[in-house]
């Protein structure tokens, strides 16, 4: 927990492999206008945190923020979320689901080669991403090096902007269940979205359009990519967004929190291990729920 001068804020944090689906229904709850008549623990009564998958270390304080999200009511709540294994799936019948940067690394529109020199960045960069040895600031100039070298070797594949809708249908990239009904809730009650990722934002828009509707609440910060007068790839836009820089800096020229701000209640939907820090850089206190084994978890 962290506290800083300008304003108070709770985040509930929703991770892992059912952190879209605990999102939405948490959404649901606090959208809801119904409420029991006898007086009972929040906690008891949401189904999705009764499975034995979920394991809540401080029953009481989870209790305490979720009954102050409900007193606060909807005007107050925003959603900040991940893309990649969070809102899409993680696999389907055993296999792995496609990331953004997989629907177009995979298909059939980049040539062999290409594919192959991508592998060979995957495999000198990735042992660096999750080297537990190495400090953040360590490993970003790394990371910037491979996304740089990965978004080149895309440009230089010939990509046109008609190819995304192709590219993403031929892939196996799903939403979880549960997407669809929370974007259309949270756009039926006015509850604002945000959306990063170090994926392809052009891949992501696609692939909720293609399963589900971008809708006027929703907002995605991430790469994307700059197409000339012939609809032909050319480059990237603006700054890059890669796995260790997900965070309000990314949004510093917008005035979107600023728009924001009397929605102090966030509901955080990541999934573990990753590093969706939308909370540094804000003035606000947070108190997290998080989740290690696939389902809301919560510490202190």
């Known amino acids: 927990m962290a506290r800083t001068s300008s ?62 999200l409900i007193e606060d009511g909807k005007g107050k709540l925003q959603i900040i979320s991940d893309f990649d294994m969070t809102l899409s799936r993680f696999s389907i019948n055993g296999k792995r689901c496609a990331t953004c940067h997989n629907v177009l690394e995979n298909s059939s529109l980049v040539p062999e080669s290409k594919k192959q020199t991508l592998d060979e960045l995957r495999d000198t960069y990735y042992p660096i991403e999750i080297n537990a ?91 994307y990519m700059d197409f000339n007068h012939d609809g032909m790839l050319v480059g990237f836009k603006g700054d890059l967004v890669h796995t260790y820089n997900k965070n309000e800096g990314a949004l510093r020229n917008s005035d979107y929190f600023t728009t924001l701000k009397e929605r102090r209640n966030i509901i955080l939907q990541r999934r573990p291990g990753t590093h969706l820090q939308q909370e540094r850089g804000r003035t606000a206190e947070f108190r997290l729920l998080h989740n290690a084994e696939g389902a809301p978890q919560h510490h202190p």
């Not at 929703?14 to 689906?21: D, H, I, K, S, Y």
């Not at 031929?170 to 009904?181: K, M, V, Y």
């Not at 934002?201 to 609440?217: C, F, P, R, T």
């Open 7 to 68: 304003w108070t804020s709770t985040a509930v944090v929703v991770t892992g492999a059912a952190c879209a689906l605990a999102g939405a229904a948490l959404a649901a709850y606090l959208l809801s206008a119904r409420r029991p008549k006898k007086r009972t623990k929040i906690i008891e009564m949401m189904d999705e945190l009764q499975k034995e998958s979920v394991h809540i270390k401080d029953p009481e304080h989870v209790e305490k923020i979720l009954c102050q």
């Open 133 to 223: 040895k190495m400090t953040i600031e360590e490993k970003i100039p790394f990371m910037m090096e491979w996304y740089t070298k990965g978004t080149g070797v895309l440009v230089e594949c010939g990509l046109k902007q008609s190819d995304l809708s192709v590219a993403v249908k031929e892939s196996n990239a799903l939403l979880r269940e549960g997407c669809d009904w929370q974007f259309h809730a949270l756009h039926e009650h006015n509850v604002p979205m945000l959306i990063f990722s170090a994926g392809i934002g052009d891949v992501l828009e696609e692939i909720i359009k293609q399963h589900s509707q971008m809708y006027a609440n929703m907002r995605v910060v991430s790469n």
